[in-house]
């Protein structure tokens, strides 16, 4: 039997051939949902809300994931036995504006937007009517603005 197998350590994909009677050990990938709690130099920390046990992350490992970091919100780390191999946000996460121009009517068409930034120092396209203080919904797969949130 002809197998494609992806190393979760490396992310690397190796060919192997396996004969009908060997065995092979199954990799057991446990998702774990943890609380943010802060940034630690180069690295951040992570609490279980269970046991209250504290993991940390380092930033490689997050990369441009961390504009979505905000302390009390929770993540999904994706474990190897102790091992961190990767970190999951939810979908949709609510941050509030900190900067924002104001709207300018008059040339504009349908669809206007400028650009803010949030409270990670993330900067979206909104629509002009957002105003410092408000908070919005973002698409942590795509970056983008999805709405308005409810206050």
Do not use: C, W
Not at 105 to 134: C, R, W, Y
């Amino acid at each position: 039997m002809k197998v494609k197998a992806k190393n979760v350590s490396t992310g690397q994909i190796v060919e192997k051939t396996f004969r009908a009677t060997e065995k092979v050990t199954q990799a057991i990938v446990e998702k774990k949902t943890m609380q943010f709690l802060y940034r630690d130099g180069e690295s951040f920390v992570f609490m279980d809300t269970g046991d209250f046990s504290q993991l940390n992350v380092h930033s490689t490992l997050i990369g441009d994931k961390k504009e979505y970091l905000i302390e009390g919100n929770e993540a999904d780390l994706i474990m190897y036995g102790t091992e961190i191999l990767d970190v999951e946000f939810p979908p949709k996460i609510v941050m509030e504006v900190t900067q924002a121009a104001p709207g300018v009517k008059g040339n504009t068409v349908s669809g206007a937007t400028k650009k803010v930034k949030l409270e990670t120092g993330l900067e979206v396209d909104v629509p002009l009517f957002i105003e410092q203080g408000e908070k919005v919904i973002v698409d942590t797969r795509t970056g983008e603005y999805i709405s308005r949130a409810d206050s």
